[in-house]
């Protein structure tokens, strides 16, 4: 069964906390990123943690001495999850991870982007990035819905890791599409926050991918 991720890229405290509570049904977590982190403080992350599991969407992407920090401060503060970068390498990988043993958390390492821009490096070095996470013991990998036929080939790549995908919606990717190819975790964010009723849209939402999940897919 896949299963549904916010993306709460708002910058308002009051406003996060409330589309939480009224979508918190229909969610398996809540990613937080920058734009909610700075505007908001470090410890958004523990009164979200209190209503979802959270996901800290900070793209890891430093020297491992740096790596380790991040993460360790991230996890005291009430992530579950961390998405971190893989292209520097597996000794700044290797750091997240180990640190998150240390909580029982989990590391989410991006193997490609769903911006135009990220189509002029990520398909050439995405694989290395599965292999390295793959190796560490990484708790799943991130990839575009955007990209299906690119998501498919990531999906046979890791077996069992787990795949989240953004992309859906305002990006272009189609929530039957990501789940045709593997995708374990849809991450959605403005078709949910920007609309006049959150509750509803996270409910629309959840009941297309279970929709899509009863479907019988060739080789899924």
Do not use: W
């Not at 793209?59 to 503060?77: G, H, Q, S």
């Not at 991450?187 to 996270?202: E, F, H, Q």
């Amino acid at each position: 069964m896949s299963g549904l991720i916010l993306a709460l890229d708002v910058i308002d405290k009051k406003r996060a906390l409330k589309i939480v509570e009224e979508t918190k049904a229909s969610l398996d977590y809540v990613k937080v990123g920058y734009p909610l982190i700075l505007s908001t403080g470090i410890n958004i992350m523990e009164k979200i943690s209190e209503l979802m599991p959270v996901i800290a969407d900070l793209k890891v992407a430093d020297i491992p001495d740096i790596n380790e920090l991040i993460c360790r401060e991230t996890f005291r503060n009430g992530a579950k999850g961390i998405i971190c970068h893989g292209f520097t390498g597996r000794d700044s990988l290797k750091a997240c991870i180990d640190v998150s043993r240390e909580f029982d958390g989990d590391i989410y390492v991006v193997a490609d982007m769903s911006h135009p821009g990220a189509s002029a490096f990520f398909p050439d070095i995405s694989v290395k990035i599965c292999d390295i996470a793959m190796e560490l013991g990484a708790e799943g990998i991130v990839s575009p819905a955007n990209r299906p036929e690119r998501l498919r080939k990531i999906k046979k790549r890791i077996k069992k890791l787990k795949l989240l995908s953004p992309g859906i919606g305002v990006q272009g990717g189609s929530i039957r599409d990501a789940i045709f190819a593997g995708a374990d975790y849809l991450i959605i964010g403005r078709s949910i926050y920007m609309d006049k009723n959150p509750k509803t849209a996270a409910e629309r939402i959840k009941k297309a991918i279970e929709e899509a999940d009863d479907e019988e897919f060739p080789d899924r």
